[in-house]
């Protein structure tokens, strides 16, 4: 079946899935393969929970109309996708509307919420939903993108290169934002070397394509990568269109945009300083696109984290900054200096191992420890293999469920804990109730 033709059947019936269980009477059902799944064998029950109809990529003894036979699921999820893209390209401006892409080493779902925020406060703006930020997510995040839209804001995650590329040729950016380049997914990308050219895809098809490129002026190789797009709105805590300073020292973020835009503070409800960057981008794009500066601030201000991503929790008389979502290099040393610099005298640091950092996992882990041993702390906690051979004085746990067995018995009072590691550590189950 063509993708024109398969297009004509989405619009009859819009509503994806990919997983039976959450399958309702209508959907479309794409029977995607992984390495421990395989959709095509649960073609029959989508359709006995009532699909319209299974695209599947296998031969199978299902004499059905409902069953749409391709050669590969994924590339035709991913052209669909792209074919509904191209619809908004003629939609409520000349050249259609924005579509702002958003990657980086880290920070990158946190500014995608901020912008969403800003720009929902005056336009119809979709986003990418929670971290559906891959090669299934991105595809699936365009085509819940409605007629009614206005702007949309897709995040793009990557751990090697040629990805970001790839979710280009579909997603079609006509703007794009770089949060900053680090150590993060080194093993896929092949070193630092590899994330930076992974990354500055994104700048590489907004330069073939006349694109505007949101600029981190105080990341010195954005801006070097930014060079040659024709279009280019800078912002920083130095220098930029936008720029802004942290003014508090509070618990929460308190930013104070300084040039660009006359705003005064924010107030946020985000932990850390280094939130401070995510922050002024978010006013950037906001006054790009005409939104007034009193819905941004009200916007910024509004926002409340959640999905375990740098989450202020008070429990009983402890405060917890939970902060479990992923962890590299520079986002574990950006958590743990601002945590060192917040006020308390009962600090207790939880740390779990960070992960996909390849040949350079043990070093990474080292400079961590060292890292942590240049503050005062009452306890500290290492969790996961990656710090059983490194030399510390901690306290260690190969998993996060003996962690949380120690910090049940430990009764914490009138303490201030930060619980951080990578998405498999699964850190967060500190907290859970028994």
């Not at 109309?65 to 074919?83: C, F, G, S």
């Amino acid at each position: 079946m063509e993708i024109k033709d398969l297009y004509k059947l989405y619009l009859q019936y819009p509503s994806i899935k990919i997983d039976t269980r959450k399958l309702i009477d209508g959907d479309l059902f794409f029977a995607l393969k992984g390495p421990n799944f395989n959709g095509n064998h649960f073609a029959k029950q989508a359709i006995e929970a009532g699909a319209a109809y299974v695209i599947v990529d296998e031969e199978l003894n299902l004499k059905n109309k409902k069953v749409i036979r391709t050669n590969d699921v994924l590339l035709t999820l991913q052209q669909l996708a792209k074919h509904h893209r191209e619809q908004f390209n003629n939609l409520s401006r000349p050249g259609g509307i924005p579509f702002i892409a958003i990657t980086g080493s880290n920070g990158k779902t946190t500014t995608k919420e901020l912008v969403h925020e800003v720009l929902s406060s005056a336009y119809k703006t979709y986003t990418t939903e929670g971290n559906l930020n891959n090669h299934i997510g991105i595809p699936l995040t365009i085509l819940k993108i409605k007629s009614d839209a206005e702007i949309a804001v897709i995040e793009m995650g990557a751990n090697h290169q040629k990805e970001i590329n790839g979710y280009c040729l579909y997603t079609l950016p006509t703007h794009g934002l770089i949060t900053n380049l680090g150590k993060a997914h080194l093993e896929g990308f092949g070193g630092i070397d590899g994330v930076k050219k992974g990354k500055g895809e994104l700048f590489d098809f907004l330069r073939q394509n006349n694109g505007t490129a949101f600029v981190n002026c105080d990341d010195n190789y954005i801006k070097e990568i930014s060079t040659g797009i024709k279009n280019i709105i800078t912002y920083g805590t130095l220098e930029g269109s936008i720029t802004g300073r942290a003014i508090s020292t509070s618990s929460f973020l308190e930013v104070e945009i300084i040039k660009g835009a006359n705003i005064g503070s924010i107030k946020t409800q985000l932990v850390g300083s280094y939130n401070l960057q995510n922050v002024i981008a978010a006013v950037t794009i906001g006054k790009y696109f005409n939104v007034a500066e009193e819905k941004i601030k009200s916007a910024i201000e509004n926002y409340i984290p959640s999905n375990n991503r740098s989450q202020l929790i008070n429990k009983s008389t402890n405060t917890i900054i939970l902060d479990a979502y992923n962890a590299n290099p520079a986002s574990m040393k950006a958590a743990i200096e601002n945590f060192a610099q917040m006020q308390g005298k009962n600090k207790i640091l939880l740390i779990g191992s960070m992960m996909e950092l390849g040949e350079e996992s043990k070093k990474e882990h080292e400079e961590l420890v060292l890292l942590i041993d240049r503050f005062k702390w009452s306890k500290v906690v290492l969790v996961g293999n990656n710090f059983k051979n490194i030399k510390h004085l901690y306290i260690h746990f190969d998993n996060s469920l003996m962690a949380k067995k120690w910090l049940q018995e430990q009764h914490l009072q009138n303490s201030q804990l930060l619980i951080k590691g990578s998405r498999s550590m699964q850190m967060e189950k500190l907290l859970e109730p028994e």
